[in-house]
């Protein structure tokens, strides 16, 4: 393991939400049955519950978390491992809403780690490929007695209408912190940076392939559940902190993203240099070559730490996605 690996798709089947066509348009592959709308690119995560699915396996038949876990230094660095271990702390998805996706939070990991003894709680950030409209925050603070409530009757408009409503454009990036209520709105396929753990408190299920009196509430009862859920407003003026034009450089997301993950976007046109560390690489369009190696658009790629830096020579926007710095 010493450069590139590229990547084919890796789609947890019978999701409990439609989509997936625009992975496949993305890649150029054969359309799934509907409902593998996400992608799990360079995981060393699982599929709530399941001890494999997720899992992203290596050309040679390896599992890329045995292979970080035999070799932490080479994947990532001395300066990660340094601080976080063998731990890649990053999971990154292609994701297709080919429907609304419900309400729903994520805990940080202070209720993760004490509730659910894990490591890492779910903020996530969102890199918008194809536009449409998303759910943000709470427009008012909202009582717990109330979202109890909306959340046992399933009253799903009147959630809907608590969230600021909002639309995104390609190119655009919206980060989500921890605990913040959220919704992905129909047709929008974006790359999503997230802390590496599948953590999702449902308060909306109606419609939806799944159970969510049952499974939404991360065994946890309701009662204690809906306690990571952010309750304050969302300030109106506050939403450009949140969800903006990307722009181009090393940091393309809202600082507050960063003790998480980091989001590099180069649009290349001629040479450029991509910087030593370990990373995901996602071709959003064109093409460039590295070395000789072709990397088209609608690929993805695992950039080892030992590769060291990248020369990227061609015409192409890069998305290069990064776990905290050490």
Known sequence: MTGLIQLPANQPAARFYRGGARIASFRGVTPGVGFEPEDWVGSATTLAGDDVIGLTTLP???LLRDAIAADPVAWLGPE??????????????LLDAGQRLPVHAHPDAGFAGHHLGRAHGKAEAWYIVDGGTVYLG????ASADVLAGLVAEQR?????ALLHEIPVSPGDVVYVPPG???AIGPGIFLVELQEPEDLSILLEWRGFAIDGAQFGHLGLGFDVALDAVDRSALALDQVPELVRPAGEGRSVLPATADPYFRLERHVVAGDERLEPGFAVLVIESGEVRAGDVTLPGGTTWLLPHAAGPLD????A?????RPPAA
């Open 60 to 62: 040679d038949g390896t």
């Open 80 to 93: 990660h491992v340094g601080r976080y271990g063998a731990d890649p702390m990053l999971l990154v998805k």
């Open 138 to 141: 709470l427009r008012e603070p």
């Open 156 to 160: 799903t408009d009147e959630l809907l």
């Open 180 to 182: 913040m209520l959220h």
């Open 312 to 315: 990227l020579a061609g015409d």
């Open 317 to 321: 926007t890069v998305l290069a996605c």
